[in-house]
T-cell receptor, first 117, second 114 residues
């Protein structure tokens, strides 16, 4: 079945360590996104990528890094520079809006809950 | 993108219609209204979107006022599985920088009660 997968579902990390969160999609979508969600809050955009080998910072990119070497994959690295990394991380993908359509639905993965010990 | 305001929480009896309001008084002419929902600890799920006409799909109906400054998401027969946080988002439909344009606020926490 087509969809977005994120792994692992739960991740624990010691303070000061870098950790990489996986995001894979087989929907043939060009665009991919990473969001962070804190308890009781909405989603905040970390990074996004509109096409392979290109990515842009979102609202809260500091302390994070990404790569987009393949269309299907958009891994997020939470570095030790991220001051408060404990959060729920969501990956999404979408088709860019076409000339006739405004439709830009984002499909979300199940998320990874990162806890820094 | 225009900001939206939604009530923090709402209750609805099972089997009744759930009407979730959203104010977007600064919406511009080329911005669409999107609704997503997020069930606890899962990724958000797209529900519906519209520009100025009312829209309906298998999940919900979207009613947009004539001045487009507010909208209402209607779940016609709410079930316990509809308990979730519902997000109202306005964004430009066609943009080269579409990746920046989904801004999720805190949403409305809908509780469907038996």
């Amino acid at each position: 079945d087509g969809g977005i997968t994120q792994s692992p579902k739960y991740l624990f990390r010691k303070e000061g360590q870098n950790v990489t969160l996986s995001c894979e999609q087989n929907l043939n979508h060009d665009a991919m996104y990473w969001y962070r969600q804190d308890p009781g809050q909405g989603l905040r955009l970390i990074y996004y990528s509109q096409i392979v080998n290109d990515f842009q910072k979102g609202d809260i990119a500091e302390g994070y890094s990404v790569s987009r070497e393949k269309k299907e994959s958009f891994p997020l690295t939470v570095t030790s520079a991220q001051k408060n990394p404990t959060a729920f991380y969501l990956c999404a993908s979408s088709i860019p809006p076409s000339g006739r359509s405004s439709y830009n639905e984002q499909f979300f993965g199940p998320g990874t809950r990162l806890t820094v010990l | 993108d225009a900001k939206t305001t939604q009530p923090t929480s709402m209750d609805c009896a099972e089997g009744r219609a759930a009407n979730l309001p959203c104010n977007h008084s600064t919406i511009s002419g080329n911005e669409y209204v999107y609704w997503y929902r997020q069930i606890h600890s899962q990724g958000p799920q797209y529900i519906i979107h519209g520009l100025k006409n009312n829209e309906t799909n298998e999940m919900a109906s979207l009613i947009i006022t004539e001045d487009r400054k507010s909208s209402t998401l209607i779940l016609p027969h709410a079930t316990l599985r509809d308990t979730a946080v519902y997000y109202c988002i306005v964004r430009v439909g066609m943009s080269r920088n579409y990746g920046q344009n989904f801004v999720f606020g805190p949403g409305t926490r809908l509780s469907v009660l038996p």
